[in-house]
């Protein structure tokens, strides 16, 4: 008689968003490493690495409604039904206050990350199975703001904000839906020279920035069966920092 093996994501049809690099990246490797069918949803294809270890690759502009209306269909037709949906791309703003901001800039990032986090649990759901699992990428920018971060901030907030109701919608049919929300990770998106580098080694409890390891395993965690109560949470990862500060730390701010 075979045991269930806690954690396991042996057979899951998984989607995963911006899987190309990054978060999206880590997350699939481990998918693959759990035996889990992997659908790659980017618009650059994903080391060769992870398709020889059997991921699948479609490319895909979540900008664009009748690109992911499309990739879910063809999605559907090659892995079955899905079990998770990791939604993990997005990007940053300008770095500009408000007063200063740009509104192109402004009309790009909320195209991906509130418009492409739209489509993906607008049209998503239609290719589920009950009980599956929907993850999206949010930031502890949607959390606490801080200058210059307005439109980051903002769109993030709207993640978990939409990320939330879709929890109530679909818990109907047993599917439950959560946002991560990282502080700074060293990614491509954040060079070894931005502030928040330093700042993440210097605000954060654990004294460090995250690496991508440090989130693996949340999205296992959440895809998995283990967490099938959980749903319209946002868990945060990011090393204690809006827990609060040491007097040291205090200290130097006080200056």
């Given at each position: 008689m075979e045991t269930s093996v806690p954690f396991s994501l042996k057979g899951k049809a998984v989607f995963v968003t911006g899987g190309a690099s990054g978060i999206g990246l880590g997350t699939c490797q481990r998918f693959l490493q759990e035996k889990a069918q992997v659908i790659v949803a980017d618009i650059q294809a994903p080391p060769q690495s992870l398709l020889d270890a059997g991921a699948i690759f479609l490319k895909v502009d979540v900008t664009?409604?009748?690109?992911?209306?499309?990739?879910?269909?063809?999605?559907?037709?090659?892995?079955?039904?899905?079990?998770?949906?990791?939604?993990?791309?997005?990007?940053?703003?300008?770095?500009?206050?408000?007063?200063?901001?740009?509104?192109?800039?402004?009309?790009?990032?909320?195209?991906?990350?509130?418009?492409?986090?739209?489509?993906?649990?607008?049209?998503?759901?239609?290719?589920?199975?009950?009980?599956?699992?929907?993850i999206t990428t949010a930031s502890v920018a949607g959390l606490q703001q801080n200058e210059g971060f307005f439109d980051y901030s903002a769109t993030k907030a709207a993640v978990i904000s939409?990320?939330?109701?879709?929890?109530?919608?679909?818990?109907?049919?047993?599917?439950r839906?959560?946002?991560?929300?990282?502080?700074?990770?060293?990614?491509?998106?954040?060079?070894?020279?931005?502030?928040?580098?330093?700042?993440?080694?210097?605000?954060?409890?654990?004294?460090?920035?995250?690496?991508?390891?440090?989130?693996?395993?949340?999205?296992h965690f959440l895809a998995s069966d283990q967490s099938k109560y959980i749903t319209g949470q946002t868990l945060v990862v990011d090393g204690g920092r809006l827990a609060g500060f040491r007097t040291e730390i205090l200290g130097r701010l006080a200056g």
């Open positions: 664009d409604r009748d690109q992911v209306v499309d990739a879910f269909k063809k999605a559907e037709a090659t892995i079955g039904k899905l079990h998770v949906i990791v939604h993990n791309a997005g990007k940053p703003g300008k770095g500009t206050h408000l007063t200063d901001s740009d509104e192109d800039v402004l009309d790009d990032v909320l195209a991906l990350n509130f418009y492409g986090t739209y489509y993906i649990l607008k049209y998503g759901p239609g290719h589920m199975l009950d009980g599956g699992s929907i939409m990320t939330k109701t879709a929890a109530v919608e679909l818990g109907t049919r047993g599917i839906c959560n946002a991560v929300a990282p502080g700074p990770v060293s990614t491509p998106m954040l060079p070894p020279g931005h502030i928040l580098n330093s700042l993440a080694k210097n605000l954060s409890a654990l004294g460090r920035i995250a690496s991508v390891d440090d989130l693996v395993g949340v999205y």
